[in-house]
């Protein structure tokens, strides 16, 4: 294969063909009327929006790609969340299409995209967050949006190396503006499945509009990359909640990949309806309970506490086909990281979810788990935490200078980063003292 410099694979995996569109849908020519596109005054939340993949995935079936096209797809892919290089996007939206946007429009709306140079037209665009919820009224000095990006939204295959979607969280209840990054990065550093996630700088209609978090989308081409078989039926939370039982069976939990067939869910929670004590021979069979541990260690050793079992939202499960459909657990939603209980009340055994009710519930269950946050608390001491922080926070200094829709001032950030800092080096201490 012949080494290509990045612009020219970028350039080249982006090309595709354009959608027909009815009369009644927004329509992506030069000269389209964006008035005419449908509006719903409804807005989505952090949950809803980062897992609005349902039923989506028969638009996103692969073509067979060859060796030469998957190396340079996985080039892309590595470039593009490069935890050292601060992505460049530009957003060209239209007034009119703002407009939509500041009502809380749902469906994508068109746009189109610069990705570091490379021109991506006609692509969709939404906005996204719950307590990061901004819109793109100014008019009271708080308009720093969070985005949605889908590529091939309105042109068949357009997208950047096999890449489809671009998520932009705004970080606006993160004072330091490096959170998911650094505790993303950590967690995958120890094969935690979690998304990746750097940094990328925004304009919107040549204004800047900041610094981002670029994280990885999670959808089908998520799952091929980390499971053997991408087959299975993959979820996420929904409005806050998610759980095994009553009402969050019904609207708790939305397809990210697959047909969303929900009889894996119903399966833990028949396990957990007649639940007798014996966590690893009950719901052994229909989650991996030594992964679900492992993943549970892992977010008391970075302290994520705003997510499932902890709390009902926040996490991907997937039922893997390779694995007799049983549940595997991944992070979601890190800005919350290096929780403190003197801060929010919450520790590693403060659960809401009704799967970590039922294995504190079980004592062997909860000897296991207390060994694993143990472990993955010498794992994180291990690593070079402070400096892969220190690392963000170098890249990040001058656009944090410079931010024009930062949530907080300089000074501000400054101050978190010192704290944080502290924090990060004695967290493994903090966890232990807990748990022992």
Not at 57 to 78: L, W
Not at 118 to 138: E, F
Not at 238 to 255: K, M, Q, R
């Amino acid at each position: 294969m012949i080494a290509l410099p990045l612009y020219a694979l970028l350039t080249a995996c982006r090309t595709g063909i354009v959608v027909p569109i009815d009369s009644e849908s927004p329509t992506t020519d030069s000269d389209t009327d964006l008035d005419s596109v449908p509006t719903d005054d409804s807005v989505e939340t952090d949950e809803t929006d980062e897992t609005d993949e349902t039923q989506e995935t028969a638009d996103t079936q692969e073509t067979g790609d060859t060796g030469d096209e998957s190396a340079a797809n996985d080039t892309i892919y590595e470039a593009f969340f490069d935890p050292a290089v601060i992505q460049e996007i530009d957003l060209e939206i239209e007034d009119s299409v703002i407009i939509q946007l500041n009502q809380g429009v749902e469906e994508y709306l068109p746009a189109n995209v610069t990705i570091n140079g490379v021109s991506y037209p006609h692509v969709g665009v939404r906005l996204k967050g719950s307590s990061t919820y901004q819109d793109l009224d100014c008019s009271d000095g708080i308009c720093k949006a969070g985005f949605k990006l889908k590529l091939n939204e309105f042109i068949v295959d357009q997208k950047l190396g096999d890449i489809e979607r671009v998520t932009l969280n705004n970080m606006t209840t993160d004072y330091t503006q490096s959170k998911e990054v650094i505790a993303y990065n950590l967690l995958r550093e120890h094969s935690q499945l979690a998304s990746r996630c750097n940094f990328a700088r925004v304009t919107l209609n040549g204004e800047e509009w900041g610094l981002y978090a670029n994280l990885e989308s999670a959808d089908d081409h998520w799952l091929k990359r980390r499971f053997d078989d991408p087959s299975g039926e993959f979820f996420g939370t929904a409005d806050y909640y998610g759980d095994f039982y009553g009402p969050y069976l019904d609207t708790g939990w939305v397809s990210k990949s697959g047909t969303g067939d929900m009889s894996q869910i119903e399966a833990v929670t028949a396990a957990l309806d007649s639940f007798g004590g014996d966590f690893f021979g009950e719901l052994g069979p229909v989650i991996n309970v030594d992964q679900w541990l492992e993943y549970w260690s892992w977010c008391a050793a970075v302290g994520n506490y705003d997510g499932y079992p902890f709390t009902l939202n926040d996490v991907l499960i997937y039922a893997d086909p390779a694995d007799d459909a049983r549940f595997t657990f991944m992070p979601w939603g890190m800005d919350e990281s290096w929780d403190e209980l003197e801060v929010s009340g919450r520790t590693w055994n403060a659960v809401g979810g009704r799967l970590g009710t039922a294995c504190l519930a079980d004592p062997a269950c909860l000897d296991a788990l207390k060994l694993k946050i143990l472990d993955s608390a010498d794992k994180y001491e291990s690593s070079d935490v402070i400096d892969m922080a220190q690392a963000a926070w170098d890249l990040t200094e001058a656009d944090v200078l410079t931010d024009p829709k930062r949530p907080v001032t300089p000074d501000t950030v400054w101050t978190y980063r010192d704290y944080y800092s502290a924090v990060m080096v004695g967290y493994p201490d903090y966890i232990r003292n807990q748990v022992q």
